[in-house]
């Protein structure tokens, strides 16, 4: 704020430079020239003109925020921004899960109505699920099957209303801020007097709205409800008075059902006693209503697809609108490879194809049935020439060697106690920018993390290697593929041959030889070999068991019976963990490829900066660590 002809000229709020400015313009004022205005009445008069300016402009400012999709913070300000757009935020989603029932009777037919209750529990906490709708069957060989039934977390309600035009307030909401409208079924029933009632179905295509279409229209509106509408005789059935809605819709516990694997009926079905139930998919996909992130990030992206899967990015929307379960999701055309049912995504193209990967927010991979699903509800948004596939998400896990110097002149901390800090900070690097597809691993970043930590903290050398988890067929003999898409530290052929190479593994015994453990490493020329150890030595079983593609990151296990497996970090295992030394301390994820740190290997070593100090030893003893080891043979 500044003083012109003793005019004010606004320019800031805050409330000290407010008040600061009021004074500097009232002393320049003839009346108030050898005015005090410090530790008097008029210094209280500022402090409440002050208050006033402050609190008008930040009302002011959080207003116009409010007014623009990317600036606004309140929900209900980020939902009208939507609508326009025409995006419905996801609501609260129930747990599914699928079960086969099977009732043993002799009777003819059986129907199993909507809103049979099951009961599972998680974690000592009972839950109920429910079908949303009716099925019937017939009876084959003294009982009747019902397969591949979809039942749902959550208690299974109905909601009434009788069309009033004469009351304007009128409104058909659900009531419940945790109701999954991924369930919502709406009848409209002609009166009280007329049971004759019609489906609605929600629209999702304005263009193929008539004057006749029996559709309803979903929003949500305040306290995280939502609202159905109708239409208005021009655009969608317009409904009469008298007119009785009905909204059935299940109000879940969201996340909390999750992975729920056993179920049993809760009452008999259609008067049947002898039931037998079996879990087809465990119950997944519960979740909470759509984050404001989440809204603010896919709405202009919904919008910008209208209404069909072309881009990458429309089809990224429509997985998270379909898969309300979906933590982070990858999409890559044909083009940029392909996926092959034993080896996973490989790089030979496929053209008319685009491939779907999703991590959901539970870490597991996506069921059949979820997969299934998936694919038939973006077949209606698709290009009719291309093909969507699901594949699941690889995890390509990073082991950090990290040695950091500290000055212990400017900390009272321990060694012990700054390592501590230091893996803190590597978790939250790895919950921040891992753990997602396109998170890449910085070398520079991480390394600068580190230094920040803490002002004691001198420097540090961290070292990367990459890691595989292999599930193997045990008893079989089977090849496997590894792609970890970056670069192996190779700088010539035959490179650290008599050492092993640049690639390791935990251990494990094959068919015919069940005494040695096994172990895999390279020859530096693209060979890998499976050697056991005899008295400190390296003994080769083979030396031609598979390839190593240095250049593309490629390892190819050859036909191998794998018996038993080792111990892996301290206890029984199914994996066989491969590692190799990278040619870059930076590490970047290609397609539906994850990096995570690993935790349980990862080594963090704090160490005494003997030269910043000032030790007598300093010059002497001060010693830093190489990036990558010298190799000892060839």
Do not use: W
């Amino acid at each position: 704020m500044a003083i012109n002809d003793k005019r004010l000229e606004v320019t800031e709020f805050d409330f000290d430079d407010v008040k600061d400015n009021l004074k500097t313009f009232l002393k320049a004022q003839d009346e108030f020239t050898d005015y005090d205005f410090e530790g008097s009445g008029m210094s209280v008069l500022l402090d409440v003109l002050s208050y006033n300016t402050h609190y008008l402009g930040f009302n002011a400012n959080m207003l116009a925020n409010e007014m623009f999709l990317d600036s606004a913070s309140l929900r209900s300000s980020i939902v009208s921004h939507a609508k326009t757009l025409g995006y419905v935020p996801s609501s609260a989603r129930a747990a599914k899960a699928t079960v086969d029932v099977t009732l043993n009777t002799t009777d003819s037919t059986a129907t199993m109505p909507a809103g049979t209750v099951f009961n599972t529990t998680v974690d000592d906490t009972t839950f109920q699920f429910s079908t949303i709708e009716s099925f019937t069957k017939s009876n084959i060989g003294n009982s009747i099957p019902f397969v591949g039934v979809d039942i749902y977390e959550g208690t299974f309600i109905t909601t009434r209303y009788t069309v009033d035009s004469s009351d304007i307030d009128q409104r058909f909401l659900l009531t419940d801020n945790r109701a999954d409208t991924s369930t919502l079924i709406v009848k409209v029933q002609t009166s009280s007097t007329d049971s004759t009632s019609t489906t609605f179905t929600e629209a999702t295509d304005i263009t193929q709205v008539t004057s006749g279409s029996n559709v309803f229209f979903l929003q949500e509106v305040e306290a995280g409800l939502f609202e159905v509408y109708f239409g208005d005789g021009v655009i969608g059935t317009a409904l009469s008075d008298d007119n009785i809605v009905i909204l059935t819709y299940v109000v879940s516990n969201k996340t909390a059902a999750n992975g729920a694997t056993l179920f049993t009926n809760a009452s008999t079905i259609a008067s049947v006693t002898d039931i037998s139930v079996s879990t087809a998919a465990t119950a997944s996909a519960g979740s909470e209503p759509e984050s404001l992130s989440s809204i603010k990030y896919n709405a202009p992206l919904d919008f910008a697809s209208q209404g069909r899967c072309v881009t990458s990015e429309d089809y990224k929307v429509f997985a998270k609108r379909f898969f309300t379960n979906t933590q982070s999701v990858q999409v890559f055309g044909g083009e940029a490879g392909s996926f092959d049912t034993s080896l996973g995504v490989v790089d030979t193209p496929e053209y008319g194809k685009v491939f779907i990967s999703i991590k959901s927010t539970t870490g597991n991979n996506l069921t059949a049935t979820e997969k299934t699903q998936l694919i038939t509800d973006l077949a209606k948004f698709t290009v009719a020439s291309i093909t969507p596939v699901i594949v699941d998400p690889q995890t390509t896990k990073l082991i950090l060697q990290t040695t950091f110097q500290f000055d212990s002149s400017k900390t009272t901390e321990t060694a012990a106690t700054l390592e501590t800090k230091v893996s803190n900070a590597l978790i939250s690097f790895n919950a921040d920018t891992l753990g997602q597809f396109e998170g890449m691993f910085r070398h520079s970043k991480v390394t600068g993390l580190i230094d920040d930590v803490d002002t004691a903290i001198t420097g540090n050398i961290t070292n990367v290697t990459l890691a595989h988890d292999l599930t193997p067929t045990i008893g079989t003999a089977t090849s496997y593929t590894i792609q970890l898409n970056n670069k192996f530290y190779n700088p010539h052929d035959g490179h650290n041959k008599i050492s092993g190479g640049i690639v390791a593994s935990t251990g494990f015994k094959i068919s015919g030889d069940t005494t040695n453990e096994m172990f895999f490493d390279d020859d530096g020329s693209g060979n890998l070999r499976i050697y056991y150890i005899v008295a400190g030595v390296r003994v080769y079983q083979s030396s031609t068991a598979g390839t190593v593609d240095y250049a593309n990151g490629k390892i190819t296990v050859g036909s191998v019976n794998i018996a038993t497996l080792s111990n892996v970090d301290g206890a029984a295992s199914s994996i066989i963990r491969i590692t190799a030394v990278p040619d870059s301390l930076d590490v970047v994820p290609v397609r539906n490829q994850i990096l995570e740190i690993d935790f349980v290997n990862t080594t963090i070593t704090g160490v005494l900066d003997t030269v910043a100090t000032g030790d007598s030893s300093a010059g002497t003893s001060f010693t830093s660590t190489s990036s990558y080891t010298t190799p000892s043979g060839y």
